[in-house]
């Protein structure tokens, strides 16, 4: 983990390669602190030698990165001056052919003028330090960045820009109001002064728990689109398994054939449906009774598979009865409790029909499928999606983590805790200490009460250069 303590010496200039190692076309050094300008001034030279530091602000210049006479590289050079800066301190920044040696090059250059190593998230720390964003909008920068679909590309920029921050001040605003009406009640009693009655306080309480309800309802969503749902395709051999892989997909990924144990192994691709990153993992076909070493392998990964997945495909084949090796797929779904969240996918749809779908259990949803003909294909991801969401994703998610869950948690408790001593008839200073609790709770998601090792943990998390 990170020191933020470290990290909390603003006076620093600090540089770093904020585009990813490798070649491209462009790499980008940004240079950030109080020095910044005056390190341009030293690095860079534009064609009619003015110093950078006199340039206008929010301007790009063409020019050179040159040390003691040398030329590293022609560049052009962006700079932003304090406060209209994403940290709100000077800012330049270098845009340089893409391959590892100028930019290598170039941070060495600055950083011998007077510039230190940035670390992970480090420009993002400084523009929480700051007052430029909150600490629930730098965790969505995280998660910007991670984006791997459009809806959750959507999501995080909601919270970037402060879905989640305004209505979490709203509430602190709320409870400060209880508490500064509380506390007055406290010093001034027995005087001439209206004080905050019992009924007005639950009330309050309870409007308040039923935001904070609403709000942890998005977690699940904003769970899955922040690591995407992970879906496993299960069933007994030569069922089509395969096949659903490969028409999903919409090519051919895994082999087929009618040839018992061809898949032996897991295999796992990546998915946008309904705007949610889908990793689905096709698995070997489920027998117990194969005296093979090795399908008894990709048995037991396809059992470790089911065990971590949010949702089953439990493929059968709709032109043969039952038999008991589905039967024993549908007894590994119940082991590993996936029941509630499989779709029963009856395949072969365009052959005579034999099954009797009678005895299989109350999965979530049976549909008919045609994997060759692909037919009933197009309904698998919206169910997909709805079997770990009441709904498909869209913009209007609030994006909330696992930290910010847990600390709406213990406010709710605390609220909680406050009407059961209105209840008690309990003294307004108890009544107070739990009101204080829950503002306590709710400041650690915008960073108002963090304390070290929230800011920790947080920036530890993100990659050096933002």
Request: proline share 4%; aromatic share 4%; charged share 20%.
């Amino acid at each position: 983990m990170i020191n933020s303590g470290a990290y909390s010496n603003l006076t620093d200039t600090i540089a770093a390669v904020t585009t990813p190692h490798g070649r491209g076309g462009t790499g980008v050094v940004r240079v950030c602190g109080p020095k910044a300008l005056f390190i341009a001034d030293k690095v860079f030279c534009l064609p009619n030698n003015i110093p950078p530091s006199q340039c206008a602000s929010h301007t790009i210049h063409f020019g050179r990165v040159v040390e003691n006479g040398s030329v590293i590289d022609e560049c052009l050079l962006s700079i932003m001056k304090a406060p209209r800066t994403y940290s709100g301190q000077d800012t330049v920044e270098l845009s340089l052919h893409g391959g590892p040696m100028p930019l290598k090059l170039t941070l060495a250059c600055c950083i011998r003028a007077g510039a230190r190593q940035a670390g992970p998230g480090e420009f993002t720390y400084r523009a929480f330090a700051l007052g430029k964003i909150d600490l629930a909008q730098a965790e969505a920068v995280c998660d910007l960045i991670s984006a791997k679909t459009e809806a959750a590309s959507k999501a995080s920029l909601r919270a970037l820009e402060g879905a989640l921050s305004e209505k979490i001040t709203a509430w602190r605003n709320d409870l400060i109001s209880l508490l500064m009406r509380l506390e007055t009640t406290i010093d001034h009693a027995g005087e001439d002064f209206i004080p905050i009655t019992p009924p007005q306080l639950k009330a309050a309480s309870e409007a308040l728990r039923n935001g904070i309800a609403m709000l942890l309802q998005s977690y699940a969503k904003a769970r899955h689109l922040r690591c995407g749902i992970r879906v496993v395709i299960c069933g007994r051999p030569n069922v089509g398994k395969s096949s659903l892989m490969n028409a999903l997909l919409e090519r051919e990924r895994a082999i087929v054939s009618n040839v018992p144990g061809t898949t032996r192994d897991t295999i796992e691709e990546h998915m946008d449906i309904c705007g949610i990153e889908v990793v689905i993992t096709d698995t070997a076909g489920l027998r117990r009774t194969s005296n093979d070493a090795i399908e008894a392998q990709g048995f037991e990964r396809a059992r470790k598979a089911m065990g971590g997945a949010d949702v089953a495909l439990w493929v059968v084949d709709g032109s043969q009865p039952l038999n008991s090796d589905d039967n024993s797929v549908g007894a590994l779904i119940r082991e590993t409790s996936l029941l509630a969240r499989t779709i029963i996918l009856v395949n072969k749809n365009d052959l005579p029909q034999q099954i009797n779908t009678t005895p299989l259990p109350a999965a979530n949803k049976i549909i008919n499928i045609s994997c060759t003909k692909a037919s009933g294909l197009d309904s698998i991801g919206r169910s997909i999606v709805e079997c770990v969401t009441d709904a498909p994703a869209g913009p209007e998610i609030i994006m909330v983590n696992e930290r910010h869950c847990s600390a709406l948690k213990n406010a709710d408790l605390a609220l909680s805790e406050a009407e059961n001593a209105i209840a008690q008839g309990a003294t307004e200073d108890l009544l107070a200490f739990h009101v204080r609790e829950a503002l306590d709770y709710l400041g650690e998601i915008t960073g108002a009460t963090a304390d070290e090792e929230i800011l920790s943990k947080i920036f530890s998390n993100f990659c050096i250069g933002k």
